[in-house]
Every structure is written in C-alpha cells, then in structure tokens.
C-alpha cells in the first residue's frame, strides 16, 4: 500500500533525501508526500522543485503540518539534539518514524527515544545507509559464505584536513570522528560480527594540520560476545587519501577465507588456492573478484523500502531503533573509552544509560 510521509528537514542530508532517497519510493507507489517541514522557508524551494509540493504544503512548525496534513510517517532528518522533540510530536500524532542517525544526540536520549516508540506501539527506523551501500552488501554476502569470522578490520582515511570541504558544524563537532563517520563504520563491523559487543577501546586526536574542532582521527578496537575481535582505523586528516568516504576498506579474516572490499571492489582469497609454509604477498587483484550486487535501489532509498514492507506487515527492517542501539553503545563507548583512556564495557553502558534515561 501506499504511505502517506511528512518530511522533516530540508538542509544538507535532507535535502538529499528529497533528491535520492524519497523519490524512487513515490515511484514505485510506497510513499506519497503529504508535507515538508523545515524552519528556514527558504529550503521550502526544495520540496516544491524535488518532491512536487505546492508552497502550501511546505511548513516551518511540525505540529501545524501534522495537525492539517493526515499522514502515516514522519521521517526525520534534522540537527540530532532535536531528533528527540520531532519523534514525541511524531507519535502523539499516531505515526511510524523513519529517521535519520543517529537515533539521538546522547545514548540516555536514544535509550528514551527507543522506549517512546516501543510504548507507544509504533514502528521505528534508522538509516544506517552505509550498511547498506551496494559494495557493501556484496562483502556482506561474501563474508557470510566464508566461515565463521575470526577477525575483522576496516579502514577510513582521507585528507579533508582543511575547512570548506564539510558544512562549517561539521569542523565544530565534538568527537567528530566518531558522531558523523566511525558512527558508519562501527555499525557495519558489529553487524558482520552479529554478536553483542562486550568492550570497546580507543584512541582519538586532533593532528595540528586539522582545522577540526573536534576529534577527526582515531583507532578503535571491539571485542564481541562471541570471541571475535574487529580493528578500526579513522581520520579526516591523513595527508593522503587511500580510503575516502564510499571507498573504504573492510577485511574479513574467516576459518576459509579472507574476504576483501577496497575501494568498492571485493575479492575473496581461498585458504586452499595458495601455498602455505611462506610469506609470499598476496594483494589487491590476486584473489576471485566477487560480483557486485545487484538491485533497484540502494543505502537510504532502499532502507525507506525495508521500512516499507515491514509498517506492511514484513520482518523488521535490520536497523530497527532497538537494533541500532547497540551502535549508538558502541560508538558513546569509544568517545568514553577515548575521554578515560581505559576499555568501556558496552554493555553495561547501555544498562547505566537505560536506568537514566
């Protein structure tokens, strides 16, 4: 059937949902858009020109547009620190919710935010888009068919060391690293893993030829319930860069296999296709290119269409907000790990911050 959507935020990454993600899905008869909300009228321009909107279906207060325009979801792509007030609103006016990581700005106010929608018996999604990329999902695939995982590495690096490149926020956030990137990364290693994480520790820093405000390099390592381990490197301020935003680097270490993606191509490496007893180098291009993917739509089109299916009636979408919890502990665990300088047991973060919440 088709959904009735109030669209909330038209600037930056809201302004992309309505030129990439939405579009595809009023398409294929998922998603009618009913209304746009954003508080600069200005931005207004976008919903009118990308999602067929009249001026007065475009709002700058939410509460009028849900209150004149009947709908069935709200999605949310506005400043985390408001992600909190717009899902309240949201779920007063009876609807599902498809937002925008992270679930919120703080792991208490996504604790409570993850509570509201279960109380209140509505469904919630989080775009983890980069999961859900097309070379990702191929070394997703690829990695399920090699073995049971030993170890898993992945690799973000780039240099977007001088201000210009980003919106301005993002050159002022605090752990920025790991709020706007690693919050990516970290997520797509603990869904390989697919085991609770039990400790994260890092390292953060700030190199001097970084305009960053923040924190933009770091290394991570992850320690899962089940005995895997997983290694994270990070930073917006090499002097080079090998592996930049949706070129990044994930190793799968597996009891048959090593499974590559690098730069968007991935390879598996067959234990038994080498000789053993020497360490001759084996690199890029000397393994069995696996196939990319195939499908209509990927990263937030295609999590709009799992959402979809499951308000339908389908399986829970896999970032489902009580889900995707497990990444925000992971990602607040690394910025306390790298504050104190000592490993964060994850798990018990997460139950500290439920108490609190």
């Not at 018996?121 to 097309?134: C, L, N, P």
Request: glycine share 6%; hydrophobic share 35%; aromatic share 8%.
């Amino acid at each position: 059937m088709t959904h009735r959507l109030v669209h909330v935020g038209l600037g930056g990454q809201g302004s992309t949902w309505a030129t990439d993600a939405i579009p595809p899905n009023v398409h294929d008869d998922r998603i009618e858009v009913v209304a746009a909300v954003d508080t600069d009228p200005e931005r207004h321009e976008v919903a009118e020109r990308e999602l067929g909107l009249s001026p007065e279906e475009c709002y700058t207060d939410l509460e009028t547009a849900l209150s004149e325009r009947p709908a069935d979801i709200c999605s949310i792509v506005t400043p985390p620190s408001t992600h909190e007030a717009v899902v309240e609103t949201a779920l007063a006016h009876d609807l599902h919710i498809i937002s925008e990581k992270p679930i919120a700005h703080t792991l208490e106010a996504s604790v409570r935010v993850a509570e509201k929608v279960d109380k209140a018996g509505k469904k919630m999604g989080v775009t983890m888009s980069h999961r859900f990329d097309r070379d990702k999902t191929t070394f997703r695939r690829a990695v399920e068919e090699a073995g049971d995982i030993d170890y898993l590495t992945a690799r973000y690096t780039g240099n977007v060391r001088e201000r210009g490149f980003y919106a301005d926020y993002v050159y002022e956030m605090e752990n920025m690293l790991l709020l706007d990137g690693a919050i990516h990364h970290l997520d797509i290693l603990a869904s390989l893993a697919d085991s609770p994480c039990e400790r994260v520790y890092a390292e953060t820093w700030t190199p001097e030829e970084a305009d960053y405000d923040g924190d933009c390099s770091g290394l991570v390592t992850l320690h899962f319930a089940d005995g895997t381990r997983a290694q994270y490197e990070g930073s917006y301020a090499n002097a080079t860069t090998l592996n930049g935003w949706g070129h990044e680097q994930f190793r799968a270490e597996c009891s048959d296999q090593t499974v590559l993606l690098d730069r968007r191509d991935v390879e598996r490496f067959h234990a038994d296709a080498y000789d053993t007893g020497n360490f001759e180098s084996i690199g890029k291009g000397d393994g069995k290119t696996v196939p990319l993917a195939e499908r209509p739509h990927w990263k937030n089109a295609w999590l709009i269409e799992q959402f979809c299916d499951w308000i339908d009636g389908g399986d829970p979408m896999p970032t489902n907000v009580d889900s995707v919890l497990e990444s925000m502990a992971i990602v607040f665990a690394a910025i306390e790990s790298s504050e104190t300088g000592e490993a964060v047991d994850v798990q018990a973060l997460l139950d500290d911050a439920r108490a609190n919440a």
